[in-house]
């Protein structure tokens, strides 16, 4: 029997390998022009770091997180998300030392141990960014622009920003205990998760997908009316700004963070297409997690990007990569001469491939039309007495013979154009 990938643990294959490179290319640009660095973090950490920053009572640290005991027995995770270990580093390499707000952005894979199915899996990749030391609402306003930014250069339309506050320290424990006393009356209502859920987690219960929770709960508090004076002005100019940079968004006082560490501004941005796993990216502020695990009192604004889901909705505009020469030298001389002027190719920018075997011209040229070829360059004896190539454009059948750099200008015509 061959062996297979395990489930929920994902090839991507050559064609959807170049719709992944340009989200992560468009993203990283984007993230730069707003003065973002990459941070590369290890895929590995202590289980602590997650149970103390994601949360006891959350599905992820709960149910969903790959734990195992190193060979000296210490519990490591393979990591769920991000932030924490952003947020680990930042502190153990006291990055806020260098510098008063600290824009860091990373991408990779994350796991966790979720029912697969489209759009989730077990290992998925998340392309995410981070502002360390920064409290302004402007910041999440611009932050939000910058993700919608990166949606745009994409070519995503039919997207949904939805926006939430989840409060503060201050105010979100006299909402939570409203909550639960709400949801204490509704009990018989609720599926077997929200009733758990209540005792650990009961902000979790108002965007449970069940739909008899989803109607027990029509009358539940919103978390909006809670708000203390501050987070209620934090989250009035995040909406002043957006409307501002004339950004749709629609408020969602249901919509919590499956994470622990949120606190006021909380987002979704959810895409047409996708049926169920419809959100593409979601994040938002957390302003005490750094002080939590034990760093300096440090304002965060951040988000993560599911780049399965996002490759789902664009591949079938993206699909095909750089178009490809095939290089084809009929004879031993050929051959040699090749070496060079594959090489110059190679230097302008042409994406090549050699065909090494022998055989009739005609065989060869099935060979390199089967390898996908743009364009083919002949180099037989003719041409190499004359100094020329013969350049066959493959789309339009279109053959003549011209000299290395008409050829090389020819094909660099056609890729500019595309
Ligand atoms: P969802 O509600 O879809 O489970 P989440 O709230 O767990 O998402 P986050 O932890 O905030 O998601 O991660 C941000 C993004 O990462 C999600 O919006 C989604 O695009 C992607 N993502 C999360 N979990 C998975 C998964 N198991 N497989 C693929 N993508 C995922
Ligand atoms: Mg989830």
Not at 27 to 56: C, D, H, N, Y
Not at 93 to 107: A, D, G, I, K
Not at 160 to 170: A, P, Q
Not at 208 to 215: G, Q, T
Request: aromatic content about 8%.
């Amino acid at each position: 029997m061959a062996i297979t990938a395990i489930r929920g643990f994902n090839d991507i294959l050559p064609g959807d390998s170049d719709v992944w490179r340009r989200i992560e290319k468009e993203a990283v640009e984007v993230f730069v022009g707003f003065g973002f660095s990459e941070i590369k973090i290890p895929v590995v950490e202590r289980t602590e770091l997650f149970l103390r920053s994601i949360g006891q009572g959350t599905d992820i640290v709960e149910k969903e997180m790959y734990t195992f005991c190193d060979r000296r027995g210490e519990s490591l995770s393979l990591r769920p998300e991000g932030t924490a270990s952003v947020v680990r580093a930042y502190i153990e390499h006291r990055l806020y030392e260098r510098t008063p707000v600290c824009r860091l952005f990373y991408s990779g894979p994350m796991f966790r141990y979720e029912r697969p199915q489209k759009g989730r899996y077990r290992q998925f990749y998340q392309i995410g960014a981070e502002v360390l030391g920064e409290k302004s609402p402007k910041l999440d306003a611009e932050i939000l622009q910058m993700v919608l930014m990166v949606l745009e250069r994409l070519g995503l339309k039919d997207t949904t920003l939805y926006i939430n506050s989840l409060g503060c320290t201050l105010c979100r424990p006299p909402f939570r205990n409203r909550l639960i006393a709400f949801l204490e009356k509704k009990r018989e209502g609720l599926c077997e998760d929200c009733n758990r859920r209540m005792g650990v987690n009961p902000l979790r219960v108002l965007d449970c997908k069940n739909s008899a929770c989803i109607e027990a709960i029509t009358d539940a508090p919103s978390i909006l009316d809670s708000l203390c004076d501050t987070c209620r002005e934090h989250f009035s100019e995040v909406r002043r700004r957006l409307e501002l940079t004339g950004i749709d968004y629609t408020v969602n006082p249901r919509m919590v963070r499956g994470l622990d560490y949120y606190t006021r501004t909380a987002f979704e941005i959810t895409s047409e297409g996708l049926g169920a796993q419809n959100a593409i990216v979601a994040g938002g502020r957390y302003d005490n997690l750094v002080k939590e695990l034990g760093g300096p009192d440090t304002p965060c604004f951040g988000f993560a990007m599911g780049v399965e889901r996002i490759a789902l909705v664009v591949k079938d505009r993206y699909r095909g990569s750089v178009p490809l020469t095939v290089f084809i030298p009929m004879g031993d001389d050929a051959e040699r001469e090749g070496i060079q002027i594959v090489g110059i190719l190679r230097d302008r920018g042409i994406r090549v491939v050699v065909d090494y075997r022998d055989g009739s011209l005609k065989g060869r040229m099935r060979r390199a039309d089967r390898l996908g070829a743009r364009f083919v360059i002949i180099l037989g004896e003719d041409e190499l007495r004359s100094g020329v190539v013969t350049l066959r454009d493959m789309e339009s059948g279109l053959q003549e013979r011209v000299s290395l750099d008409l050829a090389v200008d020819r094909i660099q015509l056609e890729l500019k154009e595309r």
